[in-house]
């Protein structure tokens, strides 16, 4: 049973638009919450992560949307960019217990 | 910089093969992950370990083993490789979760084929 759902599997966009990543979570006890972006040949690293006690938290062009009640946060790349064509990873974590969502793999088309 | 380095990028073995995937540290952290990587499933939990010969299961450890006899260095054993093993093994490390550590970070990742 998968702990973490992410949609969609796959997004292509434009240069300069907004991607938009979304993820669902089952467990209260969660209380970290990253996005690892992933190149290929290379393994995932973090790129932004947020916690409970906030709704949004913006870094450049990638800011975390976060509803605590829903259970469900979202990551939004603004203007995007052809580098930032990976594939992207939503987790949720409680004490050792991290729990991946099942990747989006980002196009970027120029 | 936080630096985990695995042993190999691409491995080939055959089935039934014992299988060994080394994978170490440089920053001191006391947590280190196994972890496998395949389409449409996400990065799936195969063991952890909080401290030196300390392990635990994660969510899918049948078929494999670890070892971890200094801090630095977590190995993942397969004691008989078979074709469903094919995969790629992702290791990452953080530091226990005090204040703001909670990150993993991950290592290159071995590309395990098993024929």
């Known amino acids: 049973q998968q702990q973490v759902k992410q949609s969609p599997q796959s997004l292509i966009v434009q240069k300069g638009g907004i991607s938009i990543i979304n993820c669902a979570y089952e467990?209260?006890?969660?209380?970290?919450f990253p996005w690892y972006q992933q190149f290929p040949g290379k393994g995932p690293a973090l790129l932004i992560a947020i916690r409970p006690d906030v709704s949004e938290k913006k870094e450049g062009r990638f800011t975390i949307s976060f509803n605590k009640s829903a259970k469900q946060f979202s990551l939004h790349i603004m203007d995007s960019q052809p580098g930032d064509s990976a594939t992207y990873f939503c987790?949720?974590?409680?004490?050792?217990?991290?729990?991946f969502g099942a990747g989006t793999r980002l196009t970027v088309k120029p | 910089d936080v630096k985990v380095t695995q042993s190999s990028r691409y491995l080939v073995k055959r089935t039934g093969e014992k299988v060994f995937l080394e994978c170490v540290q440089d920053?001191?952290?006391?947590?280190m992950f196994w972890y496998r990587q395949d389409p449409g499933l996400g990065l799936r939990l195969i063991y952890f370990?909080?401290?030196?010969?300390?392990?635990e299961k994660g969510d899918i450890p049948e078929g494999y083993s670890v070892s971890r006899e200094k801090k630095e260095r977590f190995s993942l054993i397969l004691e008989s490789a078979s074709t469903n093993q094919t995969s790629m093994y992702l290791c990452?490390?953080?530091?226990?979760?005090?204040?703001?550590?909670?990150?993993?970070?991950f290592g290159p990742g071995t590309r395990l084929t098993v024929t």
């Open positions: 370990s909080y401290d030196v010969k300390m392990k």
């Open positions: 920053m001191d952290h006391e947590n």
């Open positions: 467990n209260t006890a969660f209380d970290y």
């Open positions: 990452a490390s953080s530091l226990t979760r005090t204040g703001s550590s909670y990150e993993q970070y």
């Open positions: 987790a949720a974590s409680g004490g050792h217990d991290m729990r």
